[in-house]
């Protein structure tokens, strides 16, 4: 069973910048990707930023130039640091991890909560 934690959620102002963490543990063979995705009140769950093993990446446009995803893959960690936040970044963040342990899986933390303020 693979577990999947995230830290470094907030309430900052407009502007401000944050770093999400993500932390990925079990018994992993091998990661492909990992993601940062988020869910505001009453939307449905986006993609925000992925990064393959090789380190191909991909963002949302909504966020391109602001948030930068990274990985450490020694570690099974994920970050994403977050600048000049806006009002609509505020949501629930959760990272996702698919890879192969004893089988292919699936993961997602239990979410961390960005809150943006004016």
């Known amino acids: 069973q693979v577990q999947v934690v995230e830290s470094g959620g907030g309430l900052v102002q407009a502007g401000g910048s944050l770093r999400l963490s993500c932390a990925a543990s079990?018994?992993?063979?091998?990661?492909?990707?990992m993601g940062w995705y988020r869910q505001a009140p009453g939307k449905q769950r986006e993609l925000v930023a992925n990064?393959?093993?090789?380190?191909?990446?991909n963002y949302a446009d909504s966020v391109k130039g602001r948030f930068t995803i990274s990985r450490d893959n020694a570690k099974n960690m994920l970050y994403l640091q977050m600048n000049s936040l806006k009002l609509e970044d505020t949501a629930v963040y959760y990272c996702?991890?698919?890879?192969?342990?004893?089988?292919?899986?699936?993961?997602w933390g239990q979410g961390t909560q960005v809150t943006v303020s004016s």
């Open positions: 990064i393959w093993r090789g380190g191909t990446t």
């Open positions: 079990g018994s992993i063979s091998s990661i492909n990707v």
């Open positions: 996702n991890v698919r890879g192969r342990a004893y089988r292919d899986f699936d993961s």
